[in-house]
């Protein structure tokens, strides 16, 4: 009855996994669905599977073709798959892994345990696998995927772990001003990383020093967060290779600088990076902006 469906609703995942097919369809009823669901019901979707699904399941699986519909319906998801109670269940340290990093990651905990990812299985995976391993689970945020790649590269370890403090990157613009901040990162005592760049070309052992690395410091001018998408062969795949790996990012910007918000690899940049973590140097005062990376 629907008292007893408002006590399941409520109880956590051990309920939710539960649900029958007609459990899933009285939910979407309940949230203003009832059209979608005679569909779900064909597709014999319960409660299992209502916690697997993405918007893109939604839309090609499920037939939601309306926009707007299939937002309200993934919004509405979302907050349930957020609000899954997991204690004392197979998810519950994954889930807890997932809430270190933000609460909104927590609605990937069931695809992830579901498919076997649990942060524990991930953090013995090579970096490619990883981001291969959460494509296919349907983490389709590429923020997303990065923040977890980066939690799981930042838990505790030792510190001899690390060949290097920085991997410092830049662009070409920005080629005498990485100089300087690396002369400053040394004078601190710490081991910096810098590829030379005799061609526009990086080689591979060159990248992997990143995976190397305890930070990667990307040294951007006052136009950088225009330029992002036309800097050379070598600045991007630096840039790219460290989203990959999952490494801490901290881009030193220049008085001026400013987030591009169309798409382009400075968007890319402003949705990875929390922006306590951005640096603004400003050449009058050179130690304190030091002092802050």
């Known amino acids: 009855d629907t008292f007893a469906r408002d006590e399941m609703e409520e109880e956590g995942v051990e309920t939710v996994l539960s649900w029958s097919v007609e459990d899933v369809a009285w939910w979407l009823e309940r ?8 569909t779900f019901s064909e597709m014999l979707v319960d409660g299992d599977l209502l916690l697997q699904l993405s918007e893109k399941d939604l839309k090609e699986d499920l037939g939601v073709r309306n926009g707007i519909v299939r937002k309200r319906l993934w919004r ?16 519950e340290s994954t ?18 345990v579901r498919r076997g990812l649990t942060h524990q299985y991930m953090d013995t995976l090579a970096v490619e696998d990883v981001e291969d391993a959460l494509k296919h689970a349907g983490v389709e945020n ?8 980066q939690a799981l590269k930042t838990q505790p370890r030792k510190v001899d772990e690390y060949e290097y403090d920085v991997y410092l990157s830049y662009v070409e613009t920005s080629k005498t001003f990485a100089s300087l901040v690396e002369i400053y990162l040394k004078m ?11 061609s526009t070309s990086i080689g591979q052992e060159s990248l992997a020093n990143i995976d190397r690395s305890s ?25 790219l290779y460290a989203i990959t790996s999952g490494v801490p990012i901290i881009p030193v910007v220049e008085e001026g600088f ?29 130690e304190a902006s030091m002092d802050k990376l």
Do not use: C
């Open 31 to 38: 949230r203003g669905f009832a059209d979608l669901a005679e």
């Open 76 to 91: 509405e998801l979302r907050k349930l798959m957020r609000n899954v109670d997991y204690t004392l269940s197979e998810g």
């Open 258 to 286: 400013h987030w591009t918000e169309d798409g382009t690899l400075g968007e890319l940049l402003r949705q990875m990076v929390d922006r306590s973590r951005v640096v603004k140097w400003v050449h009058e005062y050179q």
């Open 142 to 149: 590429i923020a997303h995927r990065y923040k977890i790649r």
């Open 215 to 239: 930070s990667f410091v990307v040294v951007l001018p006052s136009d950088g967060g225009e330029i992002l998408d036309k800097v050379d062969d070598a600045a991007r795949d630096e840039f």
């Open 188 to 198: 601190r005592g710490l081991v910096v990383f810098r590829d030379l760049r005799d």
């Open 95 to 112: 889930a807890q892994f997932l809430r270190n990093i933000s609460s909104e990651m927590v609605e990937y905990t069931h695809r992830l």
